[in-house]
């Protein structure tokens, strides 16, 4: 069975997240801001790891 639509969407969120991160992390001017956009990056791949470990709990709960 599929994951639960609601993980998915925050899965596919998280994804979105860290690839804009990751271009504000490069597109950066400041060092400073390159290291905050890094650290959101980080923390959405981060989170994206847990929904689809959360989605595989969910296949093998079915």
Do not use: C, F, N
């Not at 950066?28 to 689809?52: I, M, V």
Request: aromatic share 2%; glycine share 2%.
């Amino acid at each position: 069975m599929d994951p639960d639509p609601k993980t998915e969407e925050l899965r596919v969120e998280q994804i979105v997240r860290e690839r804009e991160e990751r271009t504000a992390e490069h597109q950066a001017l400041q060092p400073e801001e390159a290291e905050q956009h890094g650290r959101r990056a980080e923390r959405a791949a981060y989170l994206k790891q847990k929904l689809e470990e959360r989605a595989e709990s969910e296949d093998a709960a079915d």
